[in-house]
């Protein structure tokens, strides 16, 4: 069954970086576009990042663009997000999803149970 | 950007009754060249992360059950629980896909009345 784990969720300063990872089993990942999207404590789901199953293409919303770089290893099926000079505003959980396609900005057909980033000083 | 509205913000509906959650994009998601529209609808319970439960509209995700529906095109989208049970008090979000960013609604919370 598809499973996805994310995981280096935690506290962090505001201006530092963390980088999360999502590993996937159950599926072939490389014929996958692969999402992160989070959610604000008791807020609404916000859209990240998406990067094609093959890892050339890659977009970002706008308020991400430019401090999160998403990327991915296929042999080791891992989706990643490197998160840099974070904000209190990025406080969220960090959900990884599967696209059902190879390309991207589709829907979400699996999703992981999260990670939690904190920015707080 | 897409903007997605939804309403209402929450609902309260009585034990199989039938609940009606709608969904109106800021400009169209029908893309004519496939004759699709690109919305999605998801189920997100506390604590847990959100579940695929139709896509293009209308089309059912495998496992989901039949009192789920989606009907709409164009900008005015309606996601209809048939006869509601204990089972499907959550928050529900419509999503777009028809361009980047892709974008939700800001959730419509769904009790037991």
Known sequence: QVQLVESGGGVVEPGTSLRLSCAASGFTFSTYAMHWVRQAPGK????????????????????EKGRFTISRDNSKNTLY??????????TAIYYCARDPYPGYGDYFDYWGQGTLVTVSS | ???????????????????????KSSQTVFHS????????????KPGQPPKLLLYWASTRESGVPVRFSGSGSGTDFTLTISSLQAEDVAVYYCQQY???????GQGTRLEIK
Do not use: H
Request: proline share 3%; net charge negative.
């Open chain 1, 44 to 63: 609404g789901l916000e859209w990240v990042a998406v990067i094609s199953s093959v890892g050339t293409e890659t977009y970002y919303a706008d308020s």
């Open chain 2, 33 to 44: 060249s496939n004759s699709k529209n690109y919305l999605a609808w998801y189920q997100q």
């Open chain 2, 1 to 23: 950007d897409i903007v997605m509205t939804q309403s209402p913000d929450s609902l309260a509906v009585s034990l199989g009754e039938r609940a009606t959650i709608n969904c």
């Open chain 1, 81 to 90: 997000l490197q998160m840099n000079s974070l904000r209190a505003e990025d």
């Open chain 2, 98 to 104: 028809y361009s980047s960013p892709l974008t939700f």
